[in-house]
């Protein structure tokens, strides 16, 4: 199948760039470079806003067909309970469910997850990694985790599975509940600190405080899980140059196997942003992205003196020989994943697909026997090519040869134009084995991936 758009441009040849250029999404201005409302970070493409639900007839499709052997599968659940909403959280999520009413959730879910089982597409198909996501996965109690984990062992054996990962809250972290969750065969926790300062925790909504973190972290580290992951939010609500140091420094003083920074951003559906439409005001009360990509870029450095090594856009591990994280990297890689609860995305046999995104609805369609799929996108291989090529850009490098051998498609025929430029802007260094991203274009990578997208795909709204 011939890939749309085609170029007869190489690397380094200038004709036509002029051109080409001028139709590029790269042109930043003062007021872009202050924090307004909106979602920068790409975590999908095509974008989600081009998903609809007259596509979920494709999903259905894929269902009835045999899977491609050589796509390796992984779960992903999605646990929309929290002690409470952070002001800059976009997901869904509850704060006010009872214990009766999540164990009600974990049981449609489990149904929906057995209903997939028995599709041609997944029947018998082992999962290569699983991810518990949220809201707060640690929310759940020892006996909820236990059942919830146990169902999906049954319908989908885990004796393959390579990596579990999970997200928790600090406040929610027992002893006795981290033991169990190391004990159910979780290998990468994720502990959702976002900073080490007790009032930017207050100031921004988390419901955890520095000594909660402290003693779960201590635990956690006894406990010898296969990977700790720390989660920081650089440019929160109040931030300054000083506490930003202060929680770079205790993140590094605590040792953990990986640590993911995020740059603060404020989508349209959080607490943050209806203040501001109510203030009637179009820029955040958090530092601009200038500064958010520097603080980001010194606790790289500062990272690096203590013996880490930058793995892509937001993390850094202490051993990249040991510490790998499978779900990115397979689901970027093109890998299925099944998406199981209330508002979750995957992607099946080239179908992009999201969940119903309130429980009510989710719950009745399940209720129905139906599949409680919202909206969907069947992609094309053209499609499948930009998606994996700017996904993995995040990793800070992609080789060619990867993308020849598995779409008959070179990046450096096919992007030529915005390769040369975007070199020379000192975003990239591009060879003809490799095409790797500066520490400068790394800090902004989801601007620059833009770029890369499909003339119509530009410019959308990523919500």
């Not at 999970?166 to 600190?193: H, M, N, Q, Y």
């Not at 013996?307 to 892509?312: A, L, M, P, R």
């Not at 994996?388 to 498609?409: A, C, D, H, R, T």
Request: charged share 30%; proline share 6%; aromatic share 12%.
């Amino acid at each position: 199948m011939p890939l749309a758009e085609p170029t007869t441009y190489r690397h380094g040849d200038t004709t036509g760039l002029k051109e080409r250029v001028a139709q590029l999404p790269l042109k930043v201005s003062e007021e872009d470079e202050k924090t307004g409302a909106g979602n920068y970070f790409v975590a999908n493409y095509p974008p989600f806003s081009f998903w609809k639900p007259e596509h979920v007839d494709a999903l259905e499709d894929v269902l009835a067909t045999e899977p491609d052997p050589a796509t390796p599968l992984g779960l992903y659940f999605h646990i929309p309970f929290c002690r409470k909403r952070c002001h800059f959280c976009y997901f869904r999520v509850y704060t006010d469910k009872s214990s009766a009413e999540i164990n009600g959730y974990i049981q449609a879910a489990m149904e929906e997850m057995e209903s997939y089982a028995e599709t041609a597409y997944l029947k018998g198909r082992k999962p290569k990694f699983v991810y518990f996501g949220g809201g707060t996965p640690s929310y759940l109690s020892i006996d909820q985790l236990t059942n919830l984990m146990s169902r999906m062992k049954a319908a989908f054996p885990w004796d393959e599975v390579e990596e579990v990962a999970f997200e928790a809250e600090p406040g929610t972290l027992t002893d006795k509940k981290l033991k169990a969750i190391k004990d159910l065969g979780v290998t990468r926790l994720s502990i959702g600190v976002e900073s080490f300062d007790d009032h930017l925790l207050e100031l921004n909504g988390r419901a955890h405080r520095s000594a909660e973190i402290e003693r779960a972290y201590a635990t956690a580290k006894s406990l010898n899980f296969d990977q700790l992951n720390i989660d920081l939010i650089a440019g929160m609500v109040d931030e300054s140059e000083e506490n930003w140091k202060r929680s770079v420094e205790k993140a590094i003083e605590l040792d953990p196997e990986c640590v993911t920074i995020y740059q603060m951003e404020i989508p349209y559906n959080t607490t943050i942003y209806k203040e501001m439409q109510d203030a009637g005001k179009l820029t955040a009360p958090v530092a601009d992205w200038p500064t958010k990509r520097r603080w980001v870029k010194e606790a790289f450095e500062m990272f690096e003196k203590a013996g880490y090594t930058v793995t892509s856009a937001t993390t850094v591990v202490k051993d990249p020989s040991k510490t790998k994280f499978i779900y990115r990297d397979a689901l970027w890689e093109g890998a299925d994943l099944l998406p199981l609860g209330v508002a979750s995305f995957g992607h099946l046999g080239g179908v992009h697909l999201q969940n119903n995104a309130d429980v009510g609805p989710y719950m009745e369609k399940l209720d129905q026997k139906e599949l409680p799929v919202f909206r969907a996108y069947p992609t094309n291989v053209d499609e499948r090519f930009i998606r994996e090529f700017i996904l993995m850009l995040k990793l800070g490098e992609v080789k060619p040869s990867y993308f020849q051998e598995k779409f008959g498609e070179d990046p450096l025929d096919r992007f030529a134009p915005e390769l040369t430029y975007l070199e020379g802007e000192g975003f990239l260094e591009v060879g003809e084995d490799r095409i790797g991203v500066t520490r400068d274009g790394l800090m902004q990578i989801d601007r620059l991936l833009h770029s890369f997208f499909l003339s119509n795909h530009r410019n959308a709204r990523y919500t």
